[in-house]
């Protein structure tokens, strides 16, 4: 498991002003993606997306690992949360929170899927 971040999402409930406030901050570009209400996030090279219509109001982080499954097990055996894994065209994921509540999510490349 590398925990290195991989990428990160900005929830927006206006991706307006969520453009213009992070575009003109960074010059970072956003476009939609293949995903309806769902912008990417383009900086020297994609690592984001902000989901349309999230008012949860804090960027959730995700952390590499090299086996979905038993990071998602590992999760729950330490006292956190985790919903199963969900794939999608570039590999998994998972939402997690850790034992205090903290959330955050796991991913794992599609090449690099046991």
Known sequence: M???V???ELPSSDIGATRRFWGSLFGWTFYEG????????QGPEPMGGSPH????RHPRIFFAVDDITAAVARVRE???TAE???SIPSGA?????DDQGV???LSQQAGDQQ
């Open 93 to 97: 994921y998972a939402h997690c929170t």
């Open 53 to 56: 219509d999230d008012s949860s």
């Open 2 to 4: 590398s925990g290195q």
């Open 6 to 8: 991989t990428y990160f």
């Open 34 to 41: 293949n995903v309806p209400g769902y912008s990417m996030i």
């Open 84 to 86: 199963d894994p969900v």
């Open 103 to 105: 959330e955050f999510s």
């Open 78 to 80: 330490l006292g956190g």
